[in-house]
């Protein structure tokens, strides 16, 4: 399928700006993200105020915009703020473990794309998104996309029981469940190996299990899985 940003001329290249106040984490996603001959970072704030006063002179087409600040949920309001500044730049979220008020108020402060830290490991997730919302689509992480279906369907309440686990992490419990390492489970769900060990150190931490034998015991006993 050819890239709907290219030409038999030219390759349509947009302009990113990252908003995010981890070091570690921005220079990850700025480093991914420069490896894109069609994406170009035009600058990277590790603060609000930083960026906001950056956004008139670097014009970018896609904003990535960490959802917290610290302890607050600050991404929210500089989303607005980004929107009223740049109407047409697009709003990408970028967080760990979302609520879903937060994302509710995202959405009406313009975002438009909806992305998971750990993804940072899987370029080509990233790049789908920015593409995506370039385009003028919307883009919900697979992750999330996923849990608004079955919310839709009504399969599951308003609130995560099981320790908030989401659904893909249920889906990988129950492999683990199996047998299978790391490796067979990415080639089973076609995501990465990297995008695996983020889940199931996300799966231990919730469950507080020692390890993955552990996690499986616990996730039984609660009848997580079965």
């Known amino acids: 399928m050819a890239n709907p940003l290219m030409t038999s001329r030219v390759v349509l290249v947009i302009k990113i700006f990252v908003f995010e106040d981890s070091w570690m984490c921005r220079e990850a996603l700025v480093a991914v993200l420069g490896q894109e001959t069609d994406l170009q970072i035009v600058g990277a704030a590790a603060t609000v105020a930083e960026g906001l006063a950056a956004l008139p002179t670097a014009q970018p087409d896609v904003v990535v915009m960490d959802l917290r600040f610290g ?6 309001v500089a989303t607005r703020r980004v929107k009223a500044l740049l109407p047409n730049a697009q709003v ?7 609520q879903d008020a937060d994302l509710e108020e995202a959405i009406q402060g313009g975002a438009t794309g909806f992305l998971l830290k ?13 593409h995506a919302v370039y385009l ?9 996309a996923t849990e608004v279906v079955q919310k839709i369907k009504g399969r599951l309440p308003p609130h995560h029981s099981h320790n908030h686990l989401t659904l893909r992490e249920v889906e990988i419990l129950n492999l683990i469940a199996d047998g299978l390492e790391n490796k067979e489970i990415a080639r ?9 060990a983020n889940h199931v150190n996300a799966i231990l931490s919730k469950l ?7 996690a499986v015991a616990i996730a039984r006993r609660k009848e997580v899985i079965k």
Do not use: K, M
């Open 136 to 144: 003028g689509e919307a883009y919900l992480t697979p992750v999330f």
């Open 92 to 98: 990408i979220i970028f967080t760990d473990f979302p």
């Open 188 to 196: 089973s769900l076609h995501i990465s190996e990297h995008t695996v």
């Open 71 to 76: 302890q607050g949920v600050e991404g929210i």
């Open 118 to 130: 750990q993804e940072v490991q899987d370029p080509a997730v990233i790049v789908s998104a920015i």
């Open 208 to 214: 507080n299990a020692r390890n993955r034998t552990d």
